[in-house]
């Protein structure tokens, strides 16, 4: 196997390469926020049938209140890193092989081996690869032809690497 492609220099592409890349390591804060918030929900719901409830309204009111900015915490770092990556726009390039993974962006370059990939995840616009827990580097499907996403999407396959969202 052997795909090479050309990345543009697309203003908006180093955006949807930090989108998503954060997203898999953001969306923990989702979670822990619709859980704050419910609790705080569920709090002030059952504070109203006691007399104490009074005093538990500051706890719900800081639960439901820590629950909406986590939540909110990850479309804002996504928001930034799309605002501030902009001014990253270089062309390059990847080109892929049995052994490894290469890239070129401006007049760096950097590659990694099959053998240290962990796993593939499989989002809309890009496979995000792992080396480790820690995703390294996408792989965007739509500067590919269909064919070559198709040879590259059996190879992870193959290697056992490929996993859902």
Not at 28 to 44: D, E, M, Q, R, S
Not at 78 to 106: C, E, F, H, K, Q
Not at 127 to 146: C, E, H, K, N
Request: aromatic share 10%; with cysteine.
């Amino acid at each position: 196997m052997h795909i090479r492609f050309d990345v543009p220099a697309d203003p908006t592409y180093p955006g949807r390469v930090a989108a998503a890349l954060s997203s898999v390591r953001l969306r923990k804060y989702g979670y822990i926020g619709a859980v704050l918030a419910a609790v705080g929900a569920i709090g002030f719901a059952v504070s109203r049938g006691f007399a104490w409830g009074d005093r538990v309204v500051p706890l719900c009111t800081a639960l439901v209140v820590g629950g909406l900015l986590s939540m909110l915490y990850s479309p804002w770092v996504r928001l930034r890193a799309r605002r501030r990556s902009g001014r990253y726009a270089v062309a390059g390039a990847y080109d892929i092989t049995d052994d490894n993974i290469m890239m070129r962006s401006g007049s760096e370059s950097g590659g990694i081996a099959w053998d240290g990939v962990a796993q593939v995840r499989d989002t809309p616009d890009f496979w995000i690869v792992y080396v480790g827990r820690m995703p390294a580097t996408v792989i965007p499907r739509r500067l590919m032809s269909d064919e070559d996403a198709e040879t590259l999407r059996a190879h992870m396959a193959e290697r056992g690497l490929l996993r859902r969202r």
